[in-house]
């Protein structure tokens, strides 16, 4: 019974894919990584930084997304440049996708305190499928008849406006929609495409007190790829698209070495909003720059009968002789 939900779940995925869902992959400590999401963030943190996270999604179900990304990012010594590069790979189901992104911001400073970045992302993505996996009720199902392994080039911008209280930024990290398996000569419908994916990201830190030995910290980010839909120069798949996601997380961090948090993702919609998960998540700095951290997801909607929740482990290091001597990390 397991292996038939199973086969159930991975074509629902492969459908999605044609309707536009949301394809990139999801992260609870999405601001560790937020350079894959918008460019603007290379050289944000005004040194240095690297950050590799794996995500294991819906534990316990056969053919759940698990995905790995690695970023790094720096400012160069002409400081309003930041360069940056992101790997990402990601496996659901029977396709998978690698991700190769190198990133360019400019930097302005705006007054005392701010800065705004702009940010331009050049990208490769490999687009895997291997149908092979899957048992099928119709072998003959034209839709999972060929194996697809594509290599899509590709480019995105962002803004990123900042300083070291607060934080706000857009970005569209692939703007190229391609089509993953093209229309035959008779006029066969496309069975599989890509999608712009938007994020807009924002956040603040207050200090709880006299001294910065307590910090709240609330963020959002929202995902969408329904935004600009009717722009599309396909008729076709205008009106397509996944409902835009909302993250909400609230943390604390404690004598400048301990971050707790929870978080909340739900799916935004006109007539009825669907919960999707609640998190927690913790990470601890070392002096030596070194960071460590875990976040755990449990399911809310009906997928958490077939699954243990989601899981994230997290390494990091800052590069910034600062940290050697004061655990002070910066908060963005």
């Given at each position: 019974m397991r292996k038939f939900t199973l086969l159930v779940f991975i074509a629902g995925v492969l459908a999605s894919i044609s309707a536009s869902g949301q394809q990139d992959p999801m992260f609870t400590k999405y601001f560790f990584n937020s350079l894959i999401y918008n460019p603007a963030v290379a050289g944000?943190?005004?040194?240095?930084?690297?950050?590799?996270?794996?995500?294991?999604?819906?534990?316990?179900?056969?053919?759940?997304p698990v995905t790995q990304s690695l970023s790094a990012h720096t400012p160069l010594k002409n400081d309003h440049i930041g360069l940056g590069v992101g790997l990402v790979n990601d496996?659901?189901?029977?396709?998978?996708?690698f991700d190769l992104n190198t990133d360019y911001a400019y930097r302005f400073r705006l007054g005392k305190t701010f800065r705004l970045s702009v940010g331009l992302q050049a990208s490769v993505t490999n687009w895997r499928s291997d149908f092979s996996d899957l048992s099928l009720e119709d072998n003959d199902d034209v839709a999972f008849s060929e194996n697809i392994n594509r290599w899509l080039p590709n480019f995105g911008a962002g803004l990123y406006l900042y300083n070291k209280q607060f934080y706000v930024g857009v970005?569209?990290?692939?703007?190229?929609?391609h089509d993953l398996r093209e229309a035959d000569k008779d006029a066969t419908p496309v069975y599989a495409k890509t999608y712009r994916h938007y994020?807009?990201?924002?956040?603040?830190?207050?200090?709880?007190?006299?001294?910065?030995n307590l910090v709240f910290r609330p963020s959002i980010l929202l995902k969408s790829t329904g935004?600009?839909?009717?722009?599309?120069?396909?008729?076709?798949?205008?009106?397509?698209g996944s409902p835009t996601e909302l993250d909400i997380d609230a943390s604390f961090f404690i004598a400048r070495s301990l971050w707790v948090g929870m978080?909340?993702?739900?799916?935004?919609?006109?007539?009825?909003?669907?919960?999707?998960?609640?998190?927690?998540?913790?990470?601890?700095?070392?002096?030596?720059?070194?960071?460590?951290?875990?976040?755990?997801?449990?399911?809310?909607n009906k997928l958490n009968k077939a699954n243990n929740g989601s899981f994230e482990v997290m390494l990091g290091y800052e590069f910034d002789?600062?940290?050697?001597?004061?655990?002070s990390p910066r908060y963005f």
């Open positions: 944000s943190a005004e040194h240095l930084t690297m950050n590799l996270i794996h995500r294991q999604q819906w534990v316990g179900l056969d053919g759940a496996k659901v189901g029977a396709t998978g996708t970005g569209c990290p692939r703007m190229l929609e994020y807009t990201t924002a956040g603040a830190a207050f200090n709880l007190g006299s001294t910065d935004a600009l839909s009717s722009l599309r120069s396909d008729k076709t798949f205008r009106n397509f978080a909340y993702r739900t799916a935004l919609e006109l007539s009825d909003s669907s919960n999707d998960s609640a998190d927690i998540w913790a990470a601890f700095y070392f002096r030596n720059g070194l960071r460590i951290g875990a976040a755990y997801d449990l399911t809310l002789i600062k940290i050697k001597r004061v655990a």
